[in-house]
């Protein structure tokens, strides 16, 4: 129950930012996981998702490393056409983050 004098404005507005947060890191697991992504392109998307996961850093700073990061995998050349889908898709959910 809310303190006497305090507003839930904040934290409502707060948790749709969350939710997509947790949405894209959700991605980026499945990225992760997946075996059918060559292991450097795996390796990439745990960094982005760790970058991601820093709670004491900015959330614009953590998404332009997250950004950073997946764009560099996005042009690696034995990346499957469904990771770099996935990649960019991730890529542009975080963009709207911003």
Known sequence: M??????????????????ALDRIVDSLSELVED???????????????????????????????????LDDLANDPNLPTHGRTAIWSIISNLESLQ
Do not use: H
Request: glycine share 6%; no cysteine.
């Open 35 to 69: 075996a059918s992504v060559p292991r450097n392109i795996r390796r990439g998307a745990l960094s982005a998702r760790e970058e991601l996961g820093k709670p004491r850093t900015a959330l614009d700073l953590r998404v332009a490393s997250a950004v950073y990061v």
């Open 2 to 19: 809310a303190a006497p004098g305090s507003t839930p404005a904040p934290a409502a507005a707060a948790a749709p930012r969350s939710e």
